[in-house]
Structure formats: C-alpha cells, structure tokens
Nanobody
Framework: QVHLVESGGGLVQAGGSLRLSCGASGRTFSSYAMGWFRQAPGKEREFVAGISWSVSSAYYADSVKGRFVISRDNAKNMVFLQMNSLKPEDTAVYYC??????????????WGQGTQVTVSS
C-alpha cells in the first residue's frame, strides 16, 4: 500500500506562485511515474502534469504549459509542482498520484488526500 501526502496549498493572489510537495511512503514501485491532478468545484478531476521515473519525460495539460513545472526527487520519494502566474481558474483541490507502471500518461493507481489551492482575483 502506497501512502501519498500533499502539502503546500493555500490562498494566493492572481499572478502569484505556489509550490506543492508530495511524499510517497509504504510500498513503492521501481520506475513509477508520478503526477498531479486537480478538481474544481462542479468539475471532473483533470490531469495537470506527469513525470517519468527518469525525469526524462514530463507532460502538462495545455492550460498550465509554460506556467507550471513538475519535478521529483527519487531519493526522497517526492514530487513537486511549481505553479507560477496563477490564475483564478487554477483554483481547485490538487491531488498527487502515482502510476505504478512508469507511464506518466497511464492509469494512476494511488492517490493523495488533496490540498486546496485558491487563487483570488
């Protein structure tokens, strides 16, 4: 069983920045991918960014390209999401996720509890 814990959410003004962190503990898998998703009120959960184990591949939703950067520290089993130039439409609960087969665009099978990000206009 993998346990994921996010941190770093909060309230920020439009144009500001936040850095989300997520730590993985328990059973982890070699070469797993990690990603971030978000869910705004009344909307479906959506993919934000994903990164491969080797850090050679990173993928982003079109809505965040050029503003968000995903990174990871494999030695610490952590993944990060640097969010810059935040917009009110980025307001959502952000979830960290792990994909055990190593595909950043695959089916994520472990999830954190989420952290709230609110961007005021």
């Amino acid at each position: 069983q993998v346990h994921l814990v996010e941190s770093g959410g909060g309230l920020v003004q439009a144009g500001g920045s936040l850095r989300l962190s997520c730590g993985a503990s328990g059973r982890t898998f070699s070469s797993y991918a990690m990603g971030w998703f978000r869910q705004a009120p009344g909307k479906e959960r959506e993919f934000v960014a994903g990164i491969s184990w080797s850090v050679s591949s990173a993928y982003y939703a079109d809505s965040v390209k050029g503003r968000f950067v995903i990174s990871r520290d494999n030695a610490k089993n952590m993944v990060f999401l640097q969010m810059n130039s935040l917009k009110p439409e980025d307001t959502a609960v952000y979830y960290c996720a792990l994909e055990s087969h190593g595909n950043p665009l695959g089916a994520y099978d472990s999830w954190g509890q989420g952290t709230q990000v609110t961007v005021s206009s």
